[in-house]
Each structure stands twice: as C-alpha cells, then as structure tokens.
C-alpha cells in the first residue's frame, strides 16, 4: 500500500531578476574584492543564473567567475579550477564564498601581473532578485509527486532542487526532505540528494529524479 503523507509537497516556482550592483572589476584583485564585499544574492546570481538560461546544455565554465577568468582575462589554469569548486560541497553560499576567495587570494599571491582589462570587457557585479510563487500542485504520494513532476517547469525543479539547497543548509533538497521524512524513504531520498546537478542538464537532472521515483512504484 502506498504510504501517504501527512504534509503534501507544495510545487514553487520561482522567477529571477537580475539587477546592477554598480560594482565592477577590471583585473582580478578587483574581482577578488568585489566577490569579498558582495553578499549571497550577488554569489548566487553569478554561480546559477547560467543553468536556467541555458538548461539544455552544460557550461564549460559553470559560473560567470570561471567565464570571465577564462575568456576575458586569458588565465585558462585559474579559471579551471575556479570551475572545478563543487557548489554541493558547501551548504551555505558564504562558505563557497570564502572558498572562491581563498583560491583567488593564492592565485594572486603567486602572480599579481594578472591582465588588466578596458572597461567594455568589465566584470559587473550581478544581484538576483528572487519571486516565489506556488503553483497550485500538491501531492500526497509518490505516484502524485511523480507524475507533477512530470509536467512540472524546469524553474520549479531549479528552485526545488538548487536555491533549496543552500536554503535548507543541510545537504538535502526540498524533494529528497520531503520524500525522506513524509513518505519514509531514506533510500530513494539520498538517491536524489546526491544527483551531482552540475554535471547534467537541467532537463536530463529532472529526468534522472523521475526515473529514480518510478523504480519505487
């Protein structure tokens, strides 16, 4: 028989503006202090935006950091592993942050004659301005949650399985947490809070969480 949970899963959705900071960096000591003096909204704004404008592929450069690192300052090495920093791997976006500048900090301690750029080839500093709005969807079940999800926006699934993360600050997702403590199904639930977001598409995440909740039916 199945279970049915006490509290049903609400599908969100979210839509993002983006909005000038009028901060800008032309060399990376300047990125390295705009990134210092920029709070969660701009981190989060220059290390996502990306995978929801361009949900059917996957980045090179999975933020606007390692991008601009690479394309525009022409410091191919740096920018790689600025890239290669594992988002999932921190639950808050300041610990990411201080991640990001400890590796800009050596970096720069090593070769401060990094490349100064003009100002049409600045790096400006982004904020996101986040409204969340319900979507009318609840369910009850796993068949319920499936099939929603089915036919759910890939902005619903951003903002269930990314902002979520980092808003949670427990390495779980809204769908893994709600799948594990309502529907009592730790090992579907980790199944999905592992999926590795930044190595897939947008589309191909939301089928792989599809597939793992048919294996249960």
């Known amino acids: 028989m199945e279970t049915i949970a006490k509290y049903p899963f609400k599908f969100y959705t979210r839509l993002t503006l983006p909005q000038l900071t009028g901060i800008y960096a032309l060399n990376l000591k300047e990125l390295l202090d705009g990134i ?18 361009h949900h059917y592929v996957v980045p090179d450069a999975p933020n606007d950091f390692a991008h601009w690192i690479i394309n525009t300052l ?28 400890r590796r800009l ?3 720069i301690s090593k070769d401060s004659k990094t490349r100064r750029v003009e100002m049409n080839e600045r790096f400006n500093f982004m904020k996101a301005v986040t409204f969340v709005m319900s979507t009318g969807k609840e369910a009850y079940t796993l068949r319920e949650f499936h099939d929603i999800l089915k036919n759910i926006t890939i902005f619903s699934v951003y903002y ?9 600050s427990s390495g779980f997702d809204d769908f893994s947490a ?10 579907l639930a980790a199944k999905i809070a592992y999926i590795d977001p930044y190595s897939v598409t947008m589309d191909k995440l939301k089928e792989q969480i599809i597939n793992y909740t048919e294996k249960y039916f």
């Open 36 to 53: 210092k003096k920029s709070d969660d909204s701009i981190i989060y704004y220059h290390t996502h935006h990306y995978l929801i404008q």
């Open 160 to 168: 269930h399985f990314f902002e979520s993360h980092f808003r949670l």
């Open 105 to 107: 900090t050596a970096f």
């Open 74 to 101: 022409g410091e191919k090495m740096l920018g790689e592993e600025i890239s290669s920093i594992d988002m999932f791997a921190y639950n808050t976006m300041d610990d990411y942050r201080q991640e990001l500048t």
């Open 178 to 187: 709600w799948i594990r403590d309502e529907l009592q199904l730790p090992d």
